[in-house]
């Protein structure tokens, strides 16, 4: 079988950003089925570092430009016609999206609907186009997956005729999360705070992850305790949230805020396991994949209430009003000072799910869209 695949969101899929799920999940689909054939197509330059199986034949079409109509022209057009001469079997959208001109049956992996309210990761321009066509492309879709419950409802509120091709996928995780020894905390600290304690945020620095509200709430905390803890922050600074960067350059506490931009996985792995605590502040995704990835460091969590935060942490995480700057602030300051709060949030963190990465959400979606 031949599987054309868009392929164009692996090049911003960062494992802080996004997690690396995309990638994670067609990477080892291929591996997984060696006996057929998949054509990755690319609007730019592949991302360095990615491991190919054989397998695999890349395919790069140049996105010509921003605006609405070349994102339209590259997927309506230039993937169609770069298609045909490779005569696939199957389309696979990675990023919730498919060519409405193509004939061929078509699975989709949707990730994340934030765009629905303004608040996705992708480009205004793309926002708005994924807003305008997702009811037709879900239509069009003869198999479609998502990464949680949450995901799952946000789809069936949005379009509950679907439900009969609607699958979710089970939740993965590098096996680079673990909990550190006392040695290996301190080494971390003293790599990327000077040996302080720190707040971690995972994700990257744009309006939707609410990263002014956490520095807000930061402000507050020092003031109140005057302590030398830090706040990193890990992720890419997008072009939405270059005022965000701007702002930290006047920050009253700009010496005790690290920026960790590119992570790869290992090193996010190791901030996530030294962490003091992480602080989880996005409403909108529909994976709360840092809470995890906490959990299994065995670090705890605070987090602005939400149903993504609230399927990933239940009653481990300690949740804070998303409308009241103060209650973030309190709950931080709660936290850092109350050790034996500490301990109770950790003691209630749930087993360890018996598989560790995303080959079972892999396996899951090849049995979906053969079916």
Not at 174 to 182: D, G, Q, R
Not at 316 to 328: C, G, H, Q, W
Not at 347 to 356: E, G, Y
């Amino acid at each position: 079988m031949q599987i054309a695949v868009n392929a164009a969101c692996l090049r911003q899929d960062m494992p802080a950003d996004t997690g690396r799920v995309a990638t994670e999940i067609i990477l080892a689909m291929c591996r997984q089925q060696p006996g057929h054939q998949f054509t990755l197509f690319f609007d730019g330059e592949i991302p360095t570092g990615l491991s190919f199986p054989a397998n695999v034949t890349k395919v790069i079409l140049p996105l010509k430009g921003n605006k609405a109509w070349h994102l339209y022209w590259w997927l309506e057009w230039q993937l169609v016609r770069a298609m045909k001469p490779f005569r696939p079997d199957m389309f696979l959208g990675l990023d919730g999206a498919l060519p409405l001109r193509s004939k061929l049956p078509a699975g989709l992996l949707v990730r994340d609907l934030s765009f629905l309210r303004d608040a996705g990761l992708q480009p205004g321009v793309q926002q708005r186009a994924l807003k305008k066509n997702t009811a037709k492309y879900l239509e069009r879709a003869r198999r479609i997956a998502v990464l949680s419950d949450t995901s799952r409802d946000e789809i069936l509120r949005y379009a509950p005729a679907v439900k009969d091709k609607l699958t979710r996928l089970d939740t993965g995780l590098s096996t680079l999360y673990k909990p550190l020894e006392w040695e290996q905390r301190e080494s971390v600290k003293k790599a990327f705070t000077g040996g302080a304690e720190y707040f971690l945020v995972t994700g990257s620095l744009h309006p939707r992850n609410n990263i002014i509200p956490v520095l807000k709430a930061f402000s507050a905390l020092k003031k109140r305790q005057r302590s030398n803890i830090k706040l990193v922050l890990a992720g890419t600074i997008t072009a939405a949230g270059a005022d965000i960067a701007v702002a930290l350059q006047s920050y009253k506490f700009r010496q005790d805020v690290v920026n960790v931009e590119a992570a790869d996985e290992d090193t996010l792995a190791r901030l996530t396991g030294a962490a003091y605590a992480l602080v989880y502040p996005s409403r909108f995704e529909g994976l709360a994949l840092p809470i995890y990835a906490a959990h299994r460091c065995e670090v705890p969590v605070i987090a602005l209430d939400s149903a993504a935060a609230r399927e990933a942490g239940g009653d481990t995480v300690l949740y804070a009003d998303p409308a009241s700057l103060d209650d973030l602030s309190e709950k931080m300051s709660l936290l850092y000072k109350d050790e034996q709060l500490r301990t109770r949030l950790l003691a209630k963190l749930p087993p360890i799910k018996p598989f560790s990465s995303w080959e079972q959400a892999a396996a899951q979606l090849w049995t979906h869209l053969t079916a």
